[in-house]
């Protein structure tokens, strides 16, 4: 039973790496399709007062894509939450915790917290 149960767990995540991994890749073509640049994009945001992390040209990760995450902090710990759909990311009893755990569960992203997402609790 216990067998069943972690197999189905590993299936579970398994399916939503994939669905994710399809739904970059479909997002990335729409944008290629529309014709639509990072410049392009980075107009928008700052035309709708969304201000964009500054991306280093010398960075190995610049090219990542971006993950806005929300971080609530509770008695039970430091909460990570997907910022668009609140999806649960990771948790943690500290920031070193809640850093490890968000390493462990996320790939290929760069994470941004703003201020008002709680940026606080995982800043040194």
């Known amino acids: 039973m216990l067998e069943l149960f972690i197999l189905t767990g590993m299936a579970f995540w398994a399916g939503w790496k994939i669905s994710q991994a399809w739904h970059l890749f479909t997002f990335k073509q ?14 928008l945001a700052k035309k ?9 040209k010398e960075d ?5 894509p971006i993950l806005e995450v929300r971080v609530e902090k509770t008695d039970l710990g430091l909460f ?3 910022r668009d759909n609140s999806l649960y990311l990771a ?3 500290d ?7 968000m390493v462990n569960n996320l ?4 994470v941004i917290v703003h201020n008002e997402d709680g940026a606080e609790h995982i800043n040194p």
């Open 107 to 110: 790939t290929n992203v760069r």
């Open 91 to 93: 948790r943690g009893k």
């Open 48 to 56: 709708q007062g969304i201000e964009l992390a500054q991306e280093d």
């Open 60 to 64: 190995e990760n610049a090219n990542l």
């Open 95 to 101: 920031r070193e915790e809640l850093m490890a755990n």
């Open 80 to 82: 990570a939450y997907r």
């Open 30 to 43: 729409i944008l290629q399709d529309l014709k639509i640049s990072n410049t392009m994009l980075a107009q």
